[in-house]
C-alpha cells in the first residue's frame, strides 16, 4: 500500500469507529442503521474515558451515516466538545482514505481532530497519517495519533488506553 505524506497540520487526531449499529435489513439499508441500546452505551463510555485523556477537540468530522454520527454527538457530549460537529461525505464506508487525508493537511498547525467513520476507511486514515499499518478499529474503539505517531488505542470497555511506542 501506498501512502500519503504526513499530515502538517493538527498535532492530534482521535480516529473513531462508530459503536455497535443495528443489522441492515429489507426496511432498514445501511446508510440508515442506527446505534443499538449497547451502541449507545458503548458510544458513552468511550466518550467519557476520551475525556480523561486529553481529549478536547478543536474539529470533528463525521461519516454522515446514522451510526457514526449518532456515536460522535454521544461522544462529544461526553467529552464536552465546543465545536460543531460536521458531517463529511469522504468519511462514509466506500471512499478513498485521501480526500480526507488532504483535508486534514489544512486545518490549522495545533489542531484537535477527532473523526468517526466506518471500516476500512478509518484504518485506511490511520495508516495514511502514519505511513504505517495500523490494525482494524473495532465498535467503539479509538485510535489517537499524536504528530503523525500512533501514541495509544482505547477500546470503550478498557480501563486504560493501550500504549504504543
Known sequence: MSYASPVPGPSDVFLIRHAEAVSASLELRDSQRHLTAHGRAQARALGDRLRWHDCEPTHIWTSPLVRAVQTAELVANMVNARCVIEAQAALSPESEAGSIISALELLPEHS??????????????????????????????????????????????????????
Do not use: C, Y
Not at 477500546?155 to 500504549?163: F, I, N, V, Y
Open 112 to 165: 484537535i481532530v477527532m473523526l468517526f467513520g466506518h471500516q476500512p476507511t478509518i484504518t485506511q486514515i490511520a495508516s495514511g497519517i502514519v505511513r504505517a499499518d495500523v490494525a482494524m478499529l473495532s465498535n467503539a474503539e479509538a485510535v489517537r495519533i499524536h504528530h503523525e505517531r500512533v501514541r495509544w488505542r482505547f477500546r470503550w470497555d478498557a480501563e486504560a488506553p493501550t500504549p504504543k511506542p
